[in-house]
């Protein structure tokens, strides 16, 4: 087996380069890279534009820009997507530029007092999700409820703000599940064991969308793998790491890590063998975390290797008992899909998935091997639905109009379900699929197996 190492240097997500680089970056100016740019997309202006970027990171480095509010506005609006790393036929690595620039961006004096402070609460809620429950309990009689759709047809939500108003469109349904880490520490494998693994359960994730760790845990197990979940794990760092908080990034990567480390080892609750893989189920998660070399500053002996866990199960393999024992998956009339009438899925490609890791043929496959499901392509897969991390809350405007051009680009394709690997445009496309004349369910990939093995619907 042969699972990607750790971001292999020069990957996309690797560590940005020192001075010199964006001098001598091979940029062209051949503008391929704009039609696939999300922010050039919405706003339609150069400075919005990769090129843009680019052609402002060399005027700053070389003295003749300054890096002031106004500026520093054009890099923001960038949404860290790398569409354009993919698409550039010179081989430019704006994803190194940006990453570059990114913790130069939170100097005080380039935000208002108001988006210092929406920052910071930010920062302080979503990585810690003990403390984002906290503040969700008194919401779950609002959450998913009429009242939440009478609060939002009344336009109350606005009253509070733009951002508040964004913050509040993703808010889900919350099951008391989301609720409760009340996994062991250790799963067994179901029959013969094959594989040990580690699982991060992400921050938003495990609370905003529970039933996906579920699911993978379960389908893990039934394919012979044994998991590893340490209780105390929080947040890997991908959203302060995509917003060039760095110290921060830091601090939960090594938090992350260490909580690893009280489980494995003699004598500790999850036994001594190293893990083969860290598996994680939200694919901005992933693209961090391959990237722990360079943010870590060293390779952590207890990571093993990172990889996302359709990559994984795709190179492994289902186990022949799980393939076999796969259904098909029911219509939305209840009828099983059929070689005359299959399950028509539409397969949206996170950006970090997709543009960050290069895995766009795996999740394919896997989904591939549930009996009559057909995949239809979106037209404009490759361009970001506007959730980017914390990109919908702080420009709410723009990835409002990214969120309803990818719904009805998926709802396009007559599929009549949308799958997502990445719980950011999971809650950024149901919410924009609201708006759709043919709104698609939203379903992450791993559920669907699960699902098809006899898992809850
Ligand atoms: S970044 Fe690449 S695609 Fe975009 S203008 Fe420069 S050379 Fe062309
Ligand atoms: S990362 Fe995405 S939004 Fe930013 S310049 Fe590249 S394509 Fe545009």
């Not at 922010?39 to 843009?52: C, F, K, N």
């Not at 794990?233 to 060039?244: E, K």
């Not at 028509?344 to 496959?365: K, V």
């Amino acid at each position: 087996m042969s699972l990607p190492s750790i971001a292999a240097s020069g990957s996309p997500g690797a560590a940005a380069p020192g001075a010199g680089f964006i001098a001598a970056d091979p940029c062209v100016h051949c503008g391929f890279c704009l039609p696939t740019c999300a922010s050039y997309r919405v706003l339609a202006t150069e400075m919005d534009s990769p090129r843009g970027r680019i052609h402002a990171l060399k005027a700053i480095d070389a003295g003749e820009l300054v890096l002031d509010a106004t500026v520093a506005k054009h890099f923001d609006s960038c949404l860290g997507c790398f569409a354009c790393v993919t698409a550039c036929p010179a081989g430019v690595r704006y994803d190194q530029l940006i990453e570059t620039m990114r913790p130069r961006l939170n100097a005080p004096e380039l935000r208002s007092p108001a988006q210092r402070v929406f920052r910071r609460l930010i920062f302080a809620l979503l990585p810690y999700p003990q403390r984002l429950r906290a503040l969700l309990a008194p919401l779950r009689a609002y959450a998913g409820t009429p009242l939440q759709a009478l609060a939002r047809r009344s336009g109350l939500t606005r009253l509070f703000g733009p951002q508040v108003a964004a913050m509040e469109k993703l808010l889900p349904p919350l099951p008391e599940q989301a609720f409760r880490d009340d996994w062991p520490v250790l799963v067994p494998a179901r029959g013969p064991r094959r594989r040990r693994v580690g699982l991060v359960l992400g921050c938003v994730q495990r609370v905003f969308e529970p039933g996906v760790n579920a699911a993978a845990i379960r389908v893990l197990a039934a394919n012979g793998i044994e998991v590893v979940i340490p209780p105390d794990q929080g947040c890997c760092g991908a959203m302060t790491h995509h917003q060039g908080e760095l110290a921060q990034t830091r601090e939960l990567a090594t938090a992350l890590m260490s909580s690893f480390e009280a489980v494995i080892g003699p004598g500790k609750a999850a036994g001594p063998e190293p893990l083969e893989a860290l598996l994680v189920a939200a694919s901005g998660c992933g693209h961090t975390m391959k990237s722990y070399g360079e943010i870590l500053g060293s390779r952590h002996p207890l990571l093993g290797r990172v990889a996302d866990i359709q990559e994984f199960l795709d190179e492994v393999g289902l186990s022949d008992s799980f393939q076999a024992a796969l259904r098909p998956l029911p219509h939305g009339d209840g009828t099983a899909a059929s070689a005359e009438r299959p399950l028509e899925l539409a397969y949206h490609d996170a950006c970090h998935q997709l543009h960050g890791q290069g895995l766009a043929a795996q999740p394919r496959r896997l989904l591939g091997r549930i009996p009559h499901v057909r995949i239809r392509e979106a037209t404009e897969a490759g361009v970001c639905c506007g959730s980017a991390g914390i990109y919908n809350l702080m420009q709410p405007e723009e990835a409002a109009e990214l969120g309803r051009i990818k719904a009805a680009d998926l709802s396009g394709t007559g599929a009549a379900l949308a799958v997502s690997a990445n719980i950011g445009c999971t809650l950024q496309i149901r919410q924009a699929m609201e708006g759709q004349a043919r709104p698609l369910p939203v379903l992450h990939p791993i559920e669907l197996l699960d699902r098809s093995y006899g898992g809850p619907a």
